[in-house]
């Protein structure tokens, strides 16, 4: 799971980075003071667990789940925080493959806003798959 998560939280931290002004990103289990005013991300990697691709366990498949969400503050429309969400998207292409975890489908969107104390989220959801040898 650390090449996973390294790998992933490189790529969004490089995308955040990146963005003017630069993106907050609140990592799992880690401190985070939320911004009053502007966007952030939040990053979230859910495993679904390793199987074994071959009888003798020497090839195995991880599988998980990368969710980004996009905070903004309400009562300042969705544009800001959609050019945010396809930005995220953009940056987990699922073809060419980067690094050794592959991205399985484009990110999902899904126009799904959810309004949360002051803030709305915008959800950005990834399948990710990962070969390894045990």
Do not use: H
């Amino acid at each position: 799971m650390a090449t996973v998560r390294q790998e992933l939280e490189g790529r969004l931290e490089a995308f955040a980075a990146a963005q003017v002004p630069p993106l907050l990103v609140a990592w799992e289990n880690v401190q985070f003071t939320k911004p009053t005013s502007f966007p952030y991300l939040e990053c979230l990697i859910i495993s679904a667990g390793t199987v074994a691709v071959t009888v003798d366990a020497s090839r195995n498949r991880e599988r998980g789940t990368l969710q980004v969400n996009v905070w903004s503050p309400s009562g300042i429309g969705t544009n800001q925080v959609e050019v945010i969400g396809q930005g995220v998207v953009d940056t987990f292409k699922v073809i060419p493959k980067v690094g050794t975890v592959s991205i399985e489908q484009p990110g999902n969107t899904g126009r799904l806003l959810i309004e949360n104390n002051g803030w709305i989220i915008l959800p950005v959801t990834f399948s990710y798959r990962v070969e390894l040898d045990a």
